[in-house]
């Protein structure tokens, strides 16, 4: 049987201690892996910031709306004159309507068969016809039935033999008034159609 001395004991446990020191050490100095260097990012150029985009132009302020005037006559050109260019014709009488009406009255048929007999007799004289209204309604509504009266003293007319190509149409509704008092008396002398001429 082998017996150990406190001596070697001591001597085992200090070898066995320098030899696991110097396997510790030698495990700690193992190669450290290198560590990969990432180079920096060449600098860059700013890039030139794009020109701002100019404002949209301003529209000009609207002009102010001009004031507003009597309404113009309603003109249907059928003759190449304007209606300054003829005159009164004694031997074409004016018509008279009822009221909101344009169709021609059984007592105006006469009138008109006058008229278109005189026409026939001066085949070179061109017609310009007036339609007027009285001062109720708007100057737009009193404007299309001035013309619609205008058109229907034509039309008589035509039906007489007078050819369409002869006569022009004005509309002055009710601007053109012959009396000025408001009484159904006034208001009918207004509601008419009269006839001006001037030779071609």
Known sequence: ?????????????????LCVALALTAAGCAKRPALALAAAPAPTVAQAAPPPTPPAPTPPPAAAAP???APEPVVTARAAAPPSEYGANEALKRIHFDFD????????????DAGARWLKDNPTHLVLVEGHCDPRGTNEYNMA???????AAMSYLVAQGISAGRFTLVSYGEERPLCHDETETCWATNR????????Q
């Open 192 to 199: 008419r159609a009269m006839f001006l001429t001037r030779p």
């Open 145 to 151: 039935l001035g013309e619609r009266r205008a058109r």
């Open 1 to 17: 049987m082998r017996t150990f001395t406190r001596s070697s004991v001591c001597t085992g446990v200090i070898v066995g201690g």
């Open 67 to 69: 004031p507003v005037a």
């Open 101 to 112: 009406k344009s169709e021609i009255r059984k007592v105006d048929a006469p009138v008109l």
